[in-house]
């Protein structure tokens, strides 16, 4: 089911089957396009489902906003060993709430969208990574397999091309850094989630070390229409390199916040005034959060822009996820500050000194800031600490948790400086020298 | 060590999913999936999901401290986990938090005398769009104010609450 109202300023694509009676059956799914576009791929030469994909500029929807067909063309085809698919549903980015609407009401789309994967690079599993808190998920995605599976969509001799498919759900247990791709490997592979070096990329020694394509589930998801209607019909509705629609989770201080399809590159006020109802109680809007917390905040007059890939780049943040928090003018821009550090600092897997000590020490110090506890030269020191992470950790949590950081004291310095004004700062005992 | 026919069921096909010599890849889900039956993690079900998977016990000894969904203690019957990150923090989730606190006087993590219900302030759960969001076990509540959050609890200890399917 669906938890908001739709919007009528939506294109429904990966969300057009929501709303029917049944969402989520094969029998709907059947109904409406569905398993059609895997017909389809199987007469295709594995280039041109790549160059399909190439052409609709599909971009990962993860986060990190990668070309798909890129990302699917640098699996070796002819390594001897085994590929895999797999699917990343460990949405656990704060601010994210799609891909659970996707594998809920339409689960088949995503099988289908693995499927096509599966052909293209002649893999013969497929994992579907969910995060254990979406335990109902694993259920209603049973569920669906064993239909597909009793309809002949899965399993042996696929469509009679004698190429066989295999796909199974895997439930992780609670932990963020498994999002990131060589985390969720590891813990696929029954260990503690930390993230490996790349190279090699999971292209090339993924799952089991061998070939893997891993996306995430909505980018999956928008697979199957790309295929029944063209790469560059999809790459269209969205703007240049950043194509089709996307789900947009919209929450915070808003009059309808919820989740929406729009195609890439929507106006984001427009976003917030049109699609979310405008920030709630007849307050003011002070910042947004734009692409789950992991991205740099902007200030209400930086948000007149595209809503995509790009256009979030060139403001110095990112489309990231997808989930935009919205913040009105009452809002302790402090006080969020140290929320998001609290969770970067719970969520680091320990396997990077700069990130786990960097998240450890930046809650330590905005947490003795927000508590009236805050020295002169704190604000300073953590813009500092936050820009030493930057780039000096294996996967991207140490920049996730320093980037926000540093964005909040950048974006509304005044605010932390007006705590100081109020800040008693504990005495420092005087060094004693032996 | 043996689990109900369903479990044992859902274990056999679990241990097939995964490419041969790898059924290591079974530990994470065997583990929350056997928690979910008997109520925690205990060093029996530890060795018997070591002896099912091919791996030894301090194999699976070291992921249980990595997830933080498996646990070693018993949590109360209903664990009652209250989101407090950004999205639900705006809207009122960290007030929320405070005021299950106070509803049922336990602090982070902890479990009623009677082992009902446990208490657990958590991390970002995916319902941001219809925050404040709570679950209790595996079902999700959306849009939770405090007073909504006070008949949940009170449906909890008169035994009227209804598993809902999400």
Redesign the interface.
């Known amino acids: 089911m669906r938890y908001n109202e739709p919007s009528p300023l939506e294109t429904r694509i990966i969300s057009q089957r929501f709303d029917l009676p049944n969402a989520g059956s094969i029998d709907t799914y059947i109904a409406n396009d569905g398993y059609q576009a895997i017909r389809k791929a199987i007469e295709m030469p594995p280039e041109a489902i790549i160059d399909e994909l190439k052409a609709s500029s599909l971009r990962g929807r993860g986060g990190a906003g990668f070309p798909t067909g890129m990302k699917w063309s640098f699996v070796p085809r002819n390594s001897g060993k085994p590929s895999y698919i797999i699917c990343n549903s460990d949405e656990s980015e704060p601010a994210t709430c799609k891909d659970r609407l996707l594998m809920e009401n339409d689960p088949h789309q995503l099988f289908e969208g693995m499927m096509i994967a599966g052909w293209t690079v002649k893999a013969n599993k497929g994992y579907i990574f969910v995060r254990g808190e979406y335990r109902y998920l694993i259920e209603i995605l049973e569920r669906a397999l064993a239909e597909a599976y009793e309809r002949g969509y899965l399993g042996k001799n696929m469509f009679g091309s004698g190429w066989d498919f295999d796909l199974y759900t895997h439930t992780g247990a609670g932990a963020y850094e498994c999002g990131e791709e060589t985390a969720l490997l590891e813990s696929l592979e029954g260990k503690r989630g930390v993230p490996r070096l790349k190279p090699p990329f999971p292209a090339v020694a993924g799952a089991f070390q061998s070939p893997t394509i891993l996306n995430n589930c909505e980018t999956f998801s928008s697979v199957p229409w790309i295929i029944r209607n063209g790469g560059p019909a999809y790459a269209e509705l969205g703007t240049p390199r950043n194509g089709g629609t996307h789900l947009v989770c919209i929450s915070g201080h808003v009059n309808k916040p919820g989740v929406y399809e729009l195609p890439m590159g929507f106006n984001m006020l427009q976003l917030i005034n049109d699609v979310a109802g405008g920030v709630r109680n007849g307050k003011k809007l002070k910042a947004v959060i734009p692409g789950g917390s992991s991205a740099p905040v902007l200030k209400a007059d930086e948000c007149n822009i595209p809503y995509d890939f790009d256009s979030l780049a060139k403001a110095k943040s990112m489309a990231g996820s997808g989930g935009l928090v919205i913040l009105d003018e009452d809002t302790d821009m402090v006080a969020v500050a140290l929320r998001t550090i609290k969770f970067y600092a719970h969520e680091s897997c320990g396997w990077c000194i700069p990130c786990r000590e960097g998240t450890t020490w930046l809650k330590k110090i905005l947490t003795r800031f927000h508590e009236g506890g805050g020295r002169p030269d704190d604000i300073d020191l953590i813009a500092e600490l936050a820009n030493n992470m930057l780039g000096r950790t294996f996967c991207a949590l140490g920049d996730a948790a320093a980037m926000p950081t540093a964005g909040f004291i950048a974006k509304f310095r005044n605010e932390f400086e007006a705590y100081l004004k109020k800040s008693q700062p504990a005495q420092l005992a005087e060094l004693v020298v032996v | 060590m043996t689990f109900s026919p369903a479990l044992e069921q859902r274990f056999a096909k679990l241990l097939k999913?995964y490419?041969p010599g790898?059924q290591?890849?079974?530990?994470?889900?065997m583990?929350?999936?056997a928690q979910?039956e008997i109520g925690s993690v205990t060093q029996e079900l530890v060795e018997e999901v070591a002896r099912r998977?091919g791996?030894t016990p301090l194999?699976v000894d070291?992921?249980i401290g990595?997830?933080?969904?498996?646990h070693r203690k018993p949590l109360g019957k209903y664990h009652v986990q209250v989101c407090?990150?950004?999205?639900c923090?705006?809207?009122g989730g960290?007030e929320l938090y405070a005021h299950a606190g106070r509803a049922l006087s336990l602090g982070n993590k902890q479990v009623t005398p009677d082992g009902l219900i446990s208490l657990e302030e958590v991390?970002?759960?995916?319902?941001?769009?219809?925050?404040p969001a709570i679950?209790i076990n595996?079902?999700?509540h959306?849009f939770v104010t405090p007073e909504r959050f006070d008949r949940l609890i009170e449906a909890l200890r008169d035994g009227t609450y209804a598993r809902k399917?999400?």
């Not at chain 2, 290591?24 to 889900?29: F, L, Y």
């Not at chain 2, 407090?84 to 999205?87: K, L, R």
């Open positions: 999913s490419p790898r290591r890849s079974a530990v994470v889900p583990l929350l999936y979910d998977c791996v194999q070291e992921v990595y997830y933080s969904m498996l407090t990150n950004i999205a923090q705006a809207v960290e991390e970002c759960m995916g319902a941001c769009s219809w925050a679950q595996y079902d999700f959306h399917a999400s």
